[in-house]
């Protein structure tokens, strides 16, 4: 939606639901869930070109640890679901390395093709990442290729557990106004 200029960012959301209360006259990429949307979505959508000045992923994620609410910048997103250990010793190359995404202060958000919705896998992922979602690598991996510049910026819509469908559901409109108020404070040229 909106015309790409390379003196405005554009906002990138996965789906309708996290865009619903955007109010914006800047150019808004809706890519679809998950990685492969997301990464085919952006990169088509920057090789045609013109380049945006940079890129503002906003969406939402799951929460890994307990406590985790709010709107959060990212700090570095990594692949979840990408079993780098053994393409390494298959193929001596590393493929899925961690990427730097913004704020360095900011939290791990782990990306993955599966909706997290079990205390197990949860558990896992705590480990590594505190927040979890389906599109933020690919996203940041699209940016990175073309040279542009990226920010992801998550709200917390649930606990990545049993209940993570139904309170996704429950709170995606709420989590799109947060996303929406913190891109009226945060992007320039936002209205």
């Not at 003196?7 to 998950?34: C, F, I, K, N, W």
């Not at 900011?106 to 919705?117: Q, R, V």
């Amino acid at each position: 939606m909106g015309h790409i200029t390379s003196d405005r960012p554009l906002l990138v959301l996965a789906v309708r639901e996290e865009a619903q209360h955007l109010d914006t006259s800047l150019p808004v990429l809706l890519t679809g869930m998950g990685k492969v949307n997301a990464a085919i979505a952006l990169a088509s959508t920057l090789a045609r070109g013109p380049l945006p000045s940079y890129v503002v992923n906003l969406g939402t994620a799951g929460a890994l640890r307990p406590g985790w609410t709010g709107t959060h910048v990212v700090g570095t997103v990594l692949q979840h679901d990408l079993d780098s250990d053994t393409l390494r010793a298959l193929t001596g190359k590393s493929y899925g390395a961690p990427l730097a995404v913004g704020d360095p202060d900011g939290p791990t958000l782990a990306t993955g093709d599966s909706f997290i919705d079990d205390k197990a896998a949860r558990a896992r992922l705590a480990e590594r990442a505190a927040v979890v979602d389906m599109e933020g690598y690919a996203l940041a991996t699209a940016a990175h290729d073309a040279g542009v510049r990226l920010r992801i910026v998550k709200h917390v819509s649930d606990d990545a557990d049993e209940s993570a469908v139904r309170a996704w559901q429950e709170t995606v409109a709420e989590c799109a106004r947060a996303l929406a108020g913190w891109a009226a404070d945060n992007v320039p040229a936002y209205r």
